[in-house]
């Protein structure tokens, strides 16, 4: 067994780890971070994705001991701590960019690292970027959308509500 | 005008709050005292004999538990269909047993051979690796055609063949059928594919079984969109353990499309396993399990024949249609091909002759069951394709022919024993003429031809049947369920309302429109409704969420039920007012007696309910809870049409998806962006279906799609932005909301609009191709271009 350690959510937390232990099992089965869901086994659906020291990565595909001595911030801690949703989380809510939820986490992880490094994305980079999520419910009309407005972009011209 | 609250108004979503923190509960995110977990060792060949399994080594890995194998299921049942399809001759299809684990023999890739209980996940599965199995390869049958050739390798050697039914709809149509067609001035056949799919919920199955010794109850919590039906499934036919002794829990769900409605026999295993070694077990699948454990959907193979009159009016419809059940019944397979599809192949359409005849095959392949649209896509595939054949061939307008044939007069009996009760289906092909800008497409055409490209535009007009009903009839069809929805209504002293409904909510947003509906009978803010639903315990009695039916089942029995607190809600007030009850009025959560200025507000007459010291006793029990059955007297029937623009590289053979527009009819609508987002989830997956996505077997029955690297999910890439409208509605004539049902549109226009718009682009090059099957792949477009 390993012992890791890692400030998840701003917090220090430690736990003993198997080497094959994946990063979104640490979180999920021993932190019991929940959020962070394990949609496929391939590093394909993107619903497994998290920020290790700002960077986001898909949890399933890394393993919790080389995340040992990172940053990682997850979905439950991009909320403000008195339940303030977030600008991107709140774009999704306005507009319906989730249905089901499962894709959700990792969704609003992954549009974060992109509002992070380009703060207006037109349609079609959101959707470039998107290309490692994946999301069965909303046929991506409104997770693009939701992004956009999220960056502060005029969507009301975009069809259908 | 939009509605800022009640029915009409787009309510965000409550849910919502949970999803987007991290602090929803699916059923994986349960994780119970002492549990151990279960991994699945899965047949890797498609169909073999089981001569032996030698546990003795595996038994021995740290951690192990305990090992189970088909014989300790000798003793239980099988897992059941719940659909009996009667053949044209009058006799019941064959139904073969459906072992929890195989025994025997095993029939396709990913069936369950053991099952490895250990300490850890990673132990059991371990220890699945050291087991040795003894399994004699067999011919597998893969395609449907040779499996029902004489001599075929049978999936089960105690049936006759491989036929499951043969299937007529309607037979006594059949000779008016076939002589319309000799006197035809026209016919148009198409042979085609209906490509088999795998819904892929990002959320794969989870079960979770338990056992408490002490009061003798079994609990089961699972990734269903019916946990009363997997109660009832799994209780009463295969384990055997009553109602009462059994709760079923289907907390938050990542999306099912159909595929978690099923009685699955992980779920048996684990209530099961729970119980033989008093500890909870808990299953998590990976993709690559749900891959080839999760019912799959589609996989007809179809010729169609449409007959028209020397004027172009539609006067018959022949099909012969090959429907894959895969190795197994699945819970509702049976009925796909049959009444979901049979009685669909009428369509928009006044034609007077139909005959369909089915034939369901056992294939060494995963079962085949309802995914989302179940039997319409399928019926809407092949007649919008035909009709949009015979339009070339007739050098005739695509939407000239279909409007010519539309029916205009309801209700309207079709030759497929269905009634449609309301629809006007030049009215949302009318709508579409407008937002799909069809004017403009010439110009868009020219564009796409100055930049190398060849553009097509392609129509489709679907209908389908939603909230399959009424009991009575699907009885007669071979139902072994009631298809009707309960709702409990429970008004709590201080005014607040708690709804237990039978449906489950797996991404539809009931939390959010449910209230909606209750708030504006009432005259409440939706926020003092709570929803209940997903658990055995806590609702009375449900079947569910599947083909489009809560809103227009389920919801309809909420509407009984509030009519009846409403009705004895009428009577206290008219006590605490002296007055007679049927002078009092509800608006605006007050009662007030007419023609008067007293009132009793909503709150005072709840608290009466509970507090009843000024109450009539001796008329009326206290409290305020009322539960409804509600059991539709018809189908209801959405319908709409649908407008693709493509453009395809004709260098590759690429397609993409430039423009896409729906017009829907639904009736009444609670909840527009509800609606809308359901609408474009179903388009996405069409699309999906049309460009990407194939279930791939060869010829030995290895799974060649069983994980993301191989099997193509439509990504934010593959779609553009859709318009969608639904301010065409015609309500529903026969339930209280006047609502039809909105789920699996998108998912069953789509499909055909994508592939006529391909094939417009291409015969627009030049092409002769009049025909390619889906998934219209760049390699499969480019080669009919070739050809």
Redesign the interface.
């Known amino acids: 067994m390993i012992q890791v350690k890692m400030t998840v959510n701003g917090k220090e937390k430690s736990g003993e780890v198997?080497g094959?232990t994946l990063l979104a099992s640490f979180l999920?089965?021993t932190l019991g971070?929940?959020?962070?869901?394990?949609?496929?086994?391939?590093g394909?659906?993107g619903?497994c994705t998290v920020h290790v020291d700002g960077v986001a990565v898909k949890s399933c595909n890394m393993l919790a001991a080389e995340a040992d001595g990172a940053s990682v911030d997850?979905?439950?801690g991009?909320?403000a701590p008195d339940?303030t949703?977030n600008a991107i989380?709140q774009a999704?809510?306005?507009h319906?960019g989730?249905?089901?939820?499962?894709?959700?986490?990792g969704m609003?992880m992954s549009a974060a690292a992109l509002l992070k490094d380009n703060p207006r994305p037109s349609?079609a980079e959101?959707?470039?970027h998107?290309?490692g999520?994946?999301?069965?419910?909303?046929?991506?009309?409104?997770?693009?959308?939701a992004i956009m407005a999220a960056s502060g972009q005029d969507v009301s011209a975009?069809?259908?509500? | 005008m939009p509605k800022d609250s009640g029915i009409g108004a787009s309510d965000k979503r409550r849910e919502d709050v949970r999803f987007l923190t991290g602090t929803g509960n699916y059923t994986d995110d349960i994780n119970m005292a002492g549990q151990a977990y279960v991994h699945f060792l899965r047949s890797d060949v498609a169909h073999g004999r089981i001569n032996g399994i030698d546990t003795a080594a595996a038994e021995a890995m740290p951690g192990v538990v305990r090992i189970f194998t088909g014989a300790d299921f000798e003793a239980v049942g099988g897992i059941p269909c719940g659909w009996q399809v009667t053949d044209r001759h009058g006799n019941p299809m064959q139904e073969p047993r459906h072992p929890v684990l195989a025994h025997g023999k095993v029939r396709h890739v990913g069936d369950p051979i053991a099952a490895v209980v250990a300490e850890t996940l990673a132990q059991a599965r371990d220890a699945a690796e050291a087991i040795k199995l003894d399994i004699e390869d067999l011919p597998a049958v893969v395609d449907m055609k040779a499996a029902l050739e004489d001599g075929a390798p049978k999936v089960h050697d105690d049936l006759t063949s491989n036929l499951c039914y043969d299937w007529g709809f309607v037979e006594d149509n059949k000779d008016a059928v076939d002589q319309a067609i000799r006197s035809a001035a026209h016919v148009t056949t198409l042979d085609l594919v209906n490509n088999r799919l795998i819904a892929n919920p990002m959320e794969p199955r989870v079960a979770i079984g338990a056992f408490d010794r002490a009061s003798g109850e079994s609990t089961l919590y699972t990734t269903s969109q019916n946990p009363h039906v997997i109660r009832l499934l799994m209780g009463a036919f295969v384990l055997g353990i009553p109602e009462h002794k059994l709760r079923v829990v289907s907390p938050d769900v990542g999306g099912g499309f159909g595929s978690k409605i099923f009685h699955y026999a992980e779920e048996a295993f684990c209530t099961f396993a729970a119980k033989a070694i008093n500890r909870p077990v808990k299953w998590t699948a990976t993709r690559s399990e749900a891959f080839m454990s999760d019912a799959h959907g589609r996989d007809h193979v179809t010729r169609i024949e449409l007959a028209l009159d020397g004027d172009n009016n539609f006067t018959a419809i022949r099909t012969e249609t090959l429907a894959n059940m895969g190795a197994y019944l699945s819970t509702f397979a049976p009925s796909v091909p049959t009444y979901l599809h049979g009685t669909l192949m009428a369509g928009c359409y006044k034609t007077p002759n139909i005959y369909v005849n089915v034939k369901a095959v056992f294939t060494n392949t995963v079962p085949v069951d309802a995914y989302r649209g179940a039997g319409r896509p399928e019926a809407s595939y092949q007649l919008e394709r035909v009709i949009d054949k015979a339009a070339r061939e007739l050098g005739v307008d695509p939407i000239a022919l279909r409007r010519q044939n539309f029916i205009t007069e309801f209700p309207y009996a079709t030759p497929v024993a269905v009634e449609y009760d309301t629809g006007d289906y030049n009215a949302t092909m009318d709508t579409l003429e407008k937002i799909a800008d069809f004017g403009g497409f010439a110009a868009r055409r020219a564009a796409s031809e100055k930049a190398g490209k060849l553009r097509g535009l392609g129509i489709n007009c679907y209908i389908e049947a939603c909230g399959i009903a009424p009991s009575s009839l699907v009885g007669q069809l071979g139902a072994r369920a009631g298809l009707y929805e309960s709702a409990t209504v429970r008004v709590n002293a201080t005014g607040g309302l708690v709804v237990m409904t039978g449906s489950h909510s797996h991404g539809q947003g009931h939390e959010t429109t449910f209230p909606q509906v209750i708030a504006e009978m009432i005259g409440i803010d939706a926020g003092m409704v709570e929803i209940v639903h997903g658990d055995t315990s806590k609702v009375p009695m449900g079947l569910g969420t599947y083909g489009s039916r809560s809103l227009a089942v389920g919801g309809s029995a909420m509407v009984r039920a509030t009519e009846k607190i409403i009705a004895k809600a009428k009577k206290i007030a008219a006590h605490l007012m002296e007055a007679s009850d049927a002078d009092i009025e509800l608006k605006d959560g007050a009662f007030s007696v007419a023609g008067t200025d007293k009132s009793v507000a909503w709150g005072d007459v709840c608290l009466a309910a509970y507090v009843p010291h000024n109450y009539p006793l001796e008329e009326l029990e206290p409290g305020l809870e009322e539960t409804a059955f509600y059991d539709p007297s018809n189908f209801t029937y959405p319908a709409g049409a649908y407008a693709c623009e493509v453009e395809v590289d004709p260098e590759t053979g690429q397609v993409t998806i430039e423009r896409f527009c729906a017009a829907d009819d639904f009736g009444n609508v609670v909840n527009p962006m509800i609606v809308d987002g359901q609408v474009h989830g179903g388009i996405g997956q069409g699309i999906g279906q049309a460009l990407l996505e194939a279930c791939a077997y060869d010829e030995d029955g290895q799974l060649l799609s069983a994980s993301y690297m191989d099997y193509a999910m439509p990504r934010a890439g593959d779609v553009p932005f859709y318009k969608v409208d639904h301010s065409s509605s015609t309500p529903c004539t026969h339930n209280p909301l006047g609502v039809k049902g909105c789920g699996e549109a998108g998912a069953i226009g789509s499909p055909p609009a994508v592939v006529n718009a391909v094939i417009d682009a291409l015969q627009s090059g030049g092409s002769k191709v009049t025909h390619i099957d889906m998934p219209l792949s760049p390699s499969r477009v480019w080669a009919a271009m070739q050809a």
């Open positions: 198997e094959r999920r089965d971070l929940t959020g962070t869901h394990v949609g496929c086994d391939t394909q659906c619903a997850t979905i439950e991009q909320a339940g949703l989380q999704f809510q306005d319906h989730l249905q089901c939820g499962f894709c959700t986490p609003v349609e959101i959707r470039f998107l290309s999520n994946i999301c069965r419910c909303t046929g991506y009309h409104n997770i693009v959308k975009i069809a259908a509500e």
